[in-house]
């Protein structure tokens, strides 16, 4: 397959791109304007956390936390009550690395410094403060595992379940699915966002995880299962990283980084 984009190949093209978001030690305070999709009119937020910039990707406490909002200004002069405002609590980390190549829907890399789980999972999901009461206390018991050729034959799976699980990837709703040294992370996009977590080796998925609250095998796990089943006929190797076209596109252009024609 030939690979059609590539991020970092040059130390020219290394510099035309924007910097990820960084946490500094002591980052300028400010009040930041954030639009949120969806929404017709911009809200304020102060922001101690950050070095932003306009368009950085953000999440906040309050009536919108957990709602991916994009920076549209930053103000360093106020004087401002802060009972009176939500915070800037998270900021996505984006910057493209690698080659990518376009395998149906996806965008696909073979490269160790594609995009990681940790990165993604900074663009979808708003992170976890120490000292918020509704902190999500996670425990886990056996892991569901499979011969991944054959697992819509096996018992636990519900052909109910397994049909919506279908849809989902007909909609393309498995927006990320990465494999490297044995060990797989997806995100799956639903009413929320869900992160499934697996191990694959010599055609076997184990230790298949989803954090949902669905009692037993759920959409968002068996959604992982055929997107990975499919994906692994078309790629040269059982490490990768994909991404859904659409938040590729999305991603590159938040990144204001370059592309680069293979």
């Known amino acids: 397959m030939k690979s059609i984009l590539g991020f970092g190949g040059s130390e020219e093209h290394k510099s035309s791109a924007q910097p990820a978001i960084t946490h500094t030690s002591a980052p300028r305070r400010s009040l930041a304007l954030i639009r949120f999709p969806g929404i017709q009119r911009a809200y304020s937020y102060y922001n101690d956390r950050f070095d932003l910039q306009p368009g950085d990707v953000v999440f906040v406490t309050g009536r919108l936390a957990g709602t991916q909002g994009v920076v ?23 910057e493209l690395h690698g080659d990518y190549q376009q395998v149906t829907d996806k965008m696909l890399s073979y490269d160790t410094g594609a995009v990681s789980p940790d990165e993604f999972r900074s663009w979808v999901k708003a992170p976890v403060m120490e000292d918020d009461e509704d902190k999500p206390e996670f425990v886990q018991g056996e892991g569901y595992s499979f011969e991944l050729e054959h697992f819509a034959d096996d ?65 968002h796990n068996l959604a992982v299962l055929i997107t990975l089943r499919g994906l692994l006929k078309k790629t040269e190797t059982t490490e990768f990283t994909t991404i859904d076209k659409g938040c590729f596109m999305r991603l590159l252009s938040l990144s204001g980084q370059p592309i680069m024609l293979g």
């Open 155 to 219: 018992d636990e799976v519900d052909p109910v379940i397994l049909r919506r699980a279908v849809d989902y990837c007909n909609d393309g709703l498995v927006r990320y699915l990465s494999v490297r040294n044995g060990i797989g992370t997806a995100f799956v996009e639903g009413s929320k966002w869900y992160e499934v977590n697996f191990r694959y080796q010599d055609g076997v998925v184990s230790d298949l995880y989803c954090e949902c609250p669905y009692h037993a095998l759920c959409k």
């Open 72 to 94: 549209e200004s930053v103000n360093y002069k106020f004087k401002i009550n802060l009972a009176d405002y939500e915070k800037v609590i998270g900021a996505a980390t984006i």
